[in-house]
């Protein structure tokens, strides 16, 4: 009796043995399935959520151009004699472009530096007479964020746009 007691104990202690070996298999593959995908994916989460940190800051600076626009007044209450609102007429967002150098149009007040900045490269202009501004960009292939600020009375204001290019 005292053996087939002791073959029951054995068979139920390498059940559990089993069990924890297929617990520790199954942890043991989760966690590596985790590592690699953070390997092989990483690099996409990060950007994807550096571009929606980017377009939170770029909302705020599109609320506090239209506030200026609407006031008629920049920040520190000076009035704006320009009605004109800052914007970027060309190219519209998300557009797909075929050439490797874009230009870059839009309206800012007259005098007013504007300052465009790419992935590749940057550029400085200044709006003219008509309140219109226009400088050219490198693009990357694939996805590019172009970030314009206008430095009207001292005041920055932010616009982004995301281009792809596609030679």
Request: zero cysteines; glycine letters at 8%; aromatic letters at 4%.
């Amino acid at each position: 009796m005292w053996h087939a007691r002791r073959s029951y104990d054995i068979y139920i202690d390498t059940v559990h043995m089993n069990k924890d070996a297929l617990l520790a298999s199954g942890i043991g593959f989760g966690v590596g399935l985790l590592i690699t995908g953070t390997i092989l994916m990483g690099p996409t989460l990060v950007s994807q959520v550096s571009e929606k940190i980017s377009a939170l800051r770029s909302a705020s600076g599109e609320v506090a151009s239209a506030t200026q626009e609407h006031n008629g007044s920049d920040s520190s209450g000076n009035s704006n004699n320009s009605n004109v609102s800052f914007t970027i007429v060309s190219p519209t967002q998300e557009e797909i472009v075929t050439t490797e150098k874009v230009d870059i149009k839009g309206k800012s007040p007259s005098g007013s530096t504007i300052i465009i900045a790419g992935d590749v490269d940057e550029a400085v202009t200044t709006a003219n007479d008509q309140n219109e501004y226009s400088a050219s960009i490198t693009m990357k292939e694939g996805v590019n964020m172009i970030t314009v600020t206008s430095l009207s009375n001292d005041t920055p204001t932010v616009n982004k746009i995301t281009l792809f290019y596609q030679p």
